[in-house]
């Protein structure tokens, strides 16, 4: 993992380095590789993987934090993108390239470490892939493309936004490999929904890519169904 943080202020970027550093210490993970930029040229000149990165708004040589986060996200709606400024008022134009999360300075260290909490989970979903394997080929593929997985006539289909794969594996194959991702639910015996595709819901059908697809919903499981989706948009917000 790659972490870049870009702050006109050295000590406040060092300072947030080391509160990084203290957050995969306390979780005994590996230390991410940090990279400290003191205005924004500089940063969209960095030709390294970015994973996560932590932007301050008003930054004196140089784009805004607003500006370079709508670059990245263009080269990358992966990248996550954390907004760390004094200024309230700029909420509104990080939310349109949607930002991960808007921190107000001061840092707080255990309001930053929630987040970080919640970015990992994001950072897992997006960059894990699984392997589809249909009778002609196997393919690679994000977990994050997986729109969702849906079992008709004895056969199951996997939805990209690209493709759609006639798959080998049956559909408890396919909820044993997808649910540890806490982004999918199995919403009916022969659908499993990808929560980030989802657009709205009933209590007994669930629309897809603004209706371009559409999975049923076992009434029994509204309950536990809304309930875990108003929990995961929470976590992604």
Known sequence: MRILICDDDITFGHNLKNSILDYFSNISAKNPEIVIYNNGNDLLEDNGPMDI???????????????????LKKDNNNIIVFIVTSYNEY???????????????????????????????????????????TKKEIVSVY?????????????VFIYTPDNVYLSVHNMNYWEDLLLPFHSFFRTHRSYIVGMDYITSFSHDLIKLCDG??????TRRKYT?????YLLYLESVR
Do not use: Q, W
Request: aromatic share 10%; proline share 3%; glycine share 4%.
């Open 53 to 71: 990165v932590f932007l301050d708004v008003e930054m004196p040589n140089g784009p805004s934090g607003i500006t370079i986060g709508n670059e």
């Open 212 to 217: 371009k697809y559409h999975a049923y919903l």
């Open 91 to 133: 909420l509104d134009d990080a939310m349109k390239f949607n930002v991960f999360r808007y921190l107000s300075k001061p840092l707080d260290s255990r309001r930053l470490h929630r987040n970080l909490e919640d970015a990992m989970l994001l950072y897992t979903t997006s960059v894990s892939k699984v392997a589809i394997e």
């Open 143 to 155: 977990t994050s493309e997986i729109i969702c997985v849906e079992a008709k006539d004895r056969r």
């Open 224 to 228: 536990d169904f809304k309930t875990t």
